[in-house]
Structure formats: structure tokens, C-alpha cells
């Protein structure tokens, strides 16, 4: 029953465009922090980073001719566009991959919270709490968010 309700509430949450966090109620930030770590080094050792070059390709445009309402005209020439040469990560998708795994295996779940709207300050917790309705995440530049319930 507790694990349907919990389920309602990321389903419900997930649908709010905001941030995204992984979440375990009850679990310490500094843990979540390092279980990430953990999980991020283990996928970029199972799949590192490859590079490779691609081009995309290029497009002719034919040239026209534009004439003004007195029937004078000019020729507009053609031109390309495209070749631009870029690089690509073929392992990119597949690490993503490998960390929503092994953070689902530490019992984590990756969810979409909205930010907080908040009016006044905030006691955050260094724990995660229950997730509810009104349950919100505060980003934290180049750190996970912190997860909070304003009421």
C-alpha cells in the first residue's frame, strides 16, 4: 500500500517540468552523493567515453531569380549549406543507462520534482524526506538538489 502511494506521488510529480533528482526516502544527501559517485565512475569505467567524427551533410539551395512588382529582377545564386564537422560520444547513452541501473540496484528511483516556489526561508533537511503533494526540489549549483516539503 505505502509503496502504491509513493508510486501516485512520483507519477504525479513526474509529469511537473522541473528538476530531476534521484530519491530514496530517508537516505542521507551525503550518501546519495556518494552512491552517485560510485555509480557515475563505475559507467564511464564499463563504457568510456568514444569519440567519433561525423559531418552533416550538405545541402545545395538553387539559386532564383526575384523580381520587384516594376519587373526588375535579380538573381539570388545558390549556395550550400551543411559539412559542419562535429563529434559524437557512442557511449554517452549507454552510461546514462548504466547509472539509472545501478542507482535503481541502491534502491534509488530517478524522479522529475518541481522547483520550489518558496516566499521565505527554508529549513532543508540533509535527509530526504516523504514524498507528498507539495513536495519540491531547491537546485544547488554543481551539487544534487535538495529535496523538501514547505509545509
Known amino acids: 500500500m505505502r509503496?502504491?502511494?509513493?508510486?501516485?506521488?512520483?507519477?504525479?510529480?513526474?509529469g511537473c517540468?522541473?528538476?530531476?533528482?534521484?530519491?530514496a526516502e530517508g537516505v542521507s544527501l551525503?550518501?546519495?552523493?556518494?552512491?552517485?559517485a560510485l555509480c557515475e565512475r563505475a559507467a564511464v569505467q564499463d563504457f568510456p567515453v568514444e569519440r567519433a567524427i561525423r559531418t552533416r551533410p550538405r545541402v545545395f539551395h538553387p539559386g532564383r531569380q526575384i523580381c520587384d512588382a516594376e519587373g526588375r529582377c535579380v538573381l539570388e545564386p545558390g549556395h550550400w549549406t551543411g559539412g559542419e564537422i562535429y563529434t559524437v560520444d557512442l557511449n554517452r547513452d549507454a552510461r546514462a543507462r548504466a547509472v539509472v541501473g545501478c542507482m535503481g540496484g541502491r534502491g534509488y528511483t530517478l524522479i522529475s520534482l518541481p522547483s520550489c516556489n518558496l516566499d521565505g526561508p527554508v529549513a532543508a533537511s540533509t535527509v530526504m524526506p516523504r514524498l507528498t503533494e507539495e513536495t519540491c526540489a531547491i537546485s544547488r549549483r554543481g551539487a544534487t538538489p535538495y529535496i523538501v516539503n514547505p509545509s
Open 3 to 14: 509503496i502504491g502511494m509513493v508510486g501516485a506521488v512520483v507519477l504525479g510529480l513526474s
Open 17 to 23: 517540468a522541473g528538476v530531476q533528482t534521484y530519491y
Open 30 to 36: 551525503a550518501t546519495r552523493d556518494r552512491d552517485i
